[in-house]
C-alpha cells in the first residue's frame, strides 16, 4: 500500500478565490494523480503529474483552473483557481503502486465554495 | 467505449449477513485489471480487491470476494457477514493492463447500509 496524506482536509471558500491543495507520498513515485469527486458522483480524473515535466490534464479540464506543480517525487499541489460554488468537491490525489499498479488514494481534500 | 456499470444505487443487509454488490464492465481489450474501492462518509477512497482478467481463481481478501465471470463480463463484490463498519459507498473501477495505461474507469457506485 501507500501512505499519502492531503492538506488542508477540509476549507470553506469564498468564490472568485484560490486554494492550493497538497499531497505527500511515502516514497518516490514517477506518477501522481488528481481526481475531483462531485456531490453525489463517481471519480473523474483531472490530470496526472509527472516530475519534470508539465502535468496531462483530461478532456474537460484547463491548466489555467487547476494548475499543478510536481517539484519533486513525494510531493504534488492542485490549485483550484477563480472558485465558482461549481468547484464544491471532494479532491483526492493517488499514486499507483505494486504489481498490478493498484492505485492508492489519499484521504481526500473536502471543498465547499460559497 | 470502456464503461463500468453499477446498477443498484443503494443496498441494504442484516448485520452478519452476506451481501453481493454488482459490477458489470465493457471492453474490447483481452488484458485489463478489476477493483473495488470502499468509500466512508470520511470521504477516503480505500482499496479492497484486485481480479485480473487472466486470473482463473476468483479473488479473496478477508470477508472480501469477487465473483468473476468473465464471458458474462461482470466482476461482483461479495461482502461475508456484513458489518456495522461496511456502510459505505462502494465503487468498481477498471483498468486496461497496458503499459503505461494509468487511467481508471470508476463506475457511479452503490451505497451498502447495513442494519443492526
Known amino acids: 500500500s501507500a501512505v499519502i496524506s492531503q492538506k488542508p482536509s477540509r476549507d470553506i471558500c469564498q468564490r472568485g478565490t484560490s486554494l492550493t491543495i497538497q499531497c505527500q507520498v511515502d516514497?518516490?513515485?514517477?506518477?501522481m494523480f488528481w481526481y475531483r469527486q462531485q456531490p453525489g458522483q463517481s471519480l473523474t480524473l483531472i490530470a496526472t503529474?509527472?516530475?519534470?515535466?508539465?502535468?496531462?490534464?483530461e478532456s474537460g479540464f484547463v491548466i489555467d483552473k487547476f494548475p499543478i506543480s510536481r517539484p519533486n517525487l513525494t510531493f504534488s499541489t492542485l490549485t483550484v483557481s477563480n472558485m465558482s460554488p461549481e468547484d464544491s468537491s471532494i479532491y483526492l490525489c493517488?499514486?499507483?503502486?505494486?504489481?498490478?499498479?493498484?492505485?492508492?488514494f489519499g484521504p481526500g481534500t473536502r471543498l465547499l465554495v460559497l | 467505449a470502456q464503461k463500468i456499470t453499477q446498477t443498484q444505487p443503494g443496498m441494504f443487509v442484516q448485520e452478519k449477513e452476506a451481501v453481493t454488490l454488482d459490477c458489470t464492465y465493457d471492453t474490447s481489450d483481452q488484458s485489463y485489471g478489476l477493483f473495488w474501492y470502499k468509500q466512508p462518509s470520511s470521504g477516503e477512497m480505500i482499496f479492497l480487491i484486485y481480479?485480473?482478467?487472466?486470473?482463473?481463481q476468483n479473488a479473496t481478501e478477508g470477508r472480501y470476494s469477487l465473483n468473476f465471470q468473465k464471458a458474462r463480463k461482470s466482476a461482483n463484490l461479495v461482502i461475508s457477514a456484513s458489518q456495522l463498519g461496511d456502510s459505505a459507498m462502494y465503487f468498481c473501477a477498471m483498468r486496461p493492463a497496458v503499459s503505461g495505461t494509468y487511467k481508471y474507469i470508476f463506475g457511479t457506485g452503490t451505497r451498502l447500509k447495513v442494519l443492526a
Open positions: 516514497s518516490q513515485v514517477t506518477m
Open positions: 493517488s499514486v499507483d503502486r505494486g504489481a498490478q499498479e493498484t492505485q492508492y
Open positions: 503529474a509527472n516530475q519534470g515535466s508539465e502535468a496531462t490534464y
Open positions: 481480479q485480473g482478467s487472466y486470473d482463473e
